[in-house]
């Protein structure tokens, strides 16, 4: 980014509310650490509070892992995913939320694409898209102009090959073009990740975010954005807003990561513990 961006300084008189409350729907057997990497990447980022919806035989793994988020033990099928009997406690547990992300870890379980594509159709609050969630909504594209939230889809080559039903390699060679016209169609803020990551929304405005390096090519890594965009959502940003600089601060924060232990050795955790140092580093508290 060319110029610092102005975050505004916290009151003395404040409380965790004030800065927004991030719901995440996320994780399955096995795949317990995309949902936590989501959910400390959106405190770290700055939201008040966080509470993460798992299938329920999860929920005592994941309080060992994480002290500060809250969690919601959720209906879940023999397979130990997400089922579609969760439905109407996550829209209960909506109700004071001020954003939602969905996706990390959740599996393709038929019983996970009925909650998720149910779900959809109920958002009414700012909700970003990301892993499982984006393969589930790639066969019903439909439902993306129906839905009353702001949406942000976050998706690798690969998830936006499914999405348009086009060849990874043409996606590649038209970045801006496929982003910027995805996101017009389907009235959503896409982020298309990978060298450069294009931002793109449905105004037709387009950013290209250049921060980030080869290391971040590693497990976890999108999920800690979703979590960071996420909690930008929660606070009050809008959707294209969000986007630009969550995934400027990913980046960076993946850049101060390999400056300190390099590309080959980079994992998601590393990121995510560089996400504090990146905030600092390009906001600046008006007084």
Same mark, same amino acid.
């Given at each position: 980014?060319?110029?610092?961006?102005?975050?505004?300084?916290?009151?003395?008189?404040?409380?965790?509310?004030?800065?927004?409350?991030?719901?995440?729907?996320?994780?399955?057997?096995?795949?317990?650490?995309? &949902?936590? =990497?989501?959910?400390?990447? %959106?405190?770290?980022? @700055?939201? *008040? $509070?966080?509470?993460?919806?798992?299938? #329920?035989? /999860?929920?005592?793994?994941?309080?060992?892992?994480?002290?500060?988020?809250?969690?919601?033990?959720?209906?879940?099928?023999?397979?130990?995913?997400?089922?579609?009997?969760?439905?109407?406690?996550?829209? &209960?547990? =909506?109700?004071?939320?001020? %954003?939602?992300?969905? @996706?990390? *870890? $959740?599996?393709?379980?038929?019983?996970? #694409?009925? /909650?998720?594509?149910?779900?959809?159709?109920?958002?009414?609050?700012?909700?970003?898209?990301?892993?499982?969630?984006?393969?589930?909504?790639?066969?019903?594209?439909?439902?993306?102009?129906?839905?009353? &939230?702001? =949406?942000?889809?976050?998706?690798?080559?690969?998830?936006?090959?499914? $999405?348009?039903?086009?060849?990874?390699?043409?996606?590649?060679?038209?970045?801006?073009?496929?982003?910027?016209?995805?996101?017009?169609?389907?009235?959503?803020?896409?982020?298309?990740?990978?060298?450069?990551?294009?931002?793109?929304?449905?105004?037709?405005?387009?950013?290209?975010?250049?921060?980030?390096?080869?290391?971040?090519?590693?497990?976890?890594?999108?999920?800690?954005?979703?979590?960071?965009?996420?909690?930008?959502?929660?606070?009050?940003?809008?959707?294209?807003?969000?986007?630009?600089?969550?995934?400027?601060?990913?980046?960076?924060?993946?850049?101060?990561?390999?400056?300190?232990?390099?590309?080959?050795?980079?994992?998601?955790?590393?990121?995510?513990?560089?996400?504090?140092?990146?905030?600092?580093?390009?906001?600046?508290?008006?007084?």
């Amino acid at each position: 980014m060319k110029k610092a961006v102005t975050l505004r300084k916290r009151k003395k008189d404040t409380h965790k509310g004030d800065y927004g409350h991030l719901f995440i729907l996320a994780g399955s057997v096995g795949m317990s650490g995309a &949902a936590c =990497l989501s959910a400390e990447a %959106a405190l770290r980022s @700055g939201c *008040g $509070l966080a509470t993460l919806g798992i299938p #329920k035989s /999860l929920n005592a793994i994941v309080e060992r892992k994480l002290t500060e988020v809250i969690t919601k033990p959720l209906a879940e099928t023999k397979q130990k995913t997400l089922s579609e009997k969760a439905l109407p406690v996550v829209i &209960a547990l =909506l109700k004071n939320k001020n %954003a939602v992300a969905i @996706g990390p *870890g $959740l599996t393709q379980h038929k019983q996970v #694409k009925k /909650l998720i594509l149910n779900l959809l159709g109920k958002l009414k609050i700012p909700t970003v898209l990301d892993a499982d969630a984006l393969n589930i909504v790639a066969d019903k594209l439909s439902i993306l102009k129906k839905a009353k &939230a702001p =949406l942000i889809l976050t998706p690798h080559p690969g998830e936006m090959s499914k $999405l348009i039903k086009v060849k990874t390699k043409n996606i590649q060679n038209n970045r801006k073009k496929v982003a910027s016209e995805f996101a017009k169609k389907h009235n959503v803020t896409i982020v298309l990740k990978g060298h450069n990551t294009v931002i793109a929304n449905a105004k037709g405005k387009v950013h290209i975010n250049k921060t980030g390096n080869p290391g971040m090519a590693t497990a976890g890594s999108g999920d800690v954005l979703t979590g960071i965009i996420g909690s930008f959502l929660a606070q009050g940003m809008s959707p294209f807003k969000a986007a630009k600089i969550g995934t400027y601060i990913h980046g960076l924060a993946g850049d101060l990561a390999a400056k300190e232990i390099g590309e080959i050795s980079l994992v998601a955790g590393d990121i995510l513990k560089k996400v504090p140092q990146a905030i600092k580093k390009i906001f600046l508290y008006s007084h």
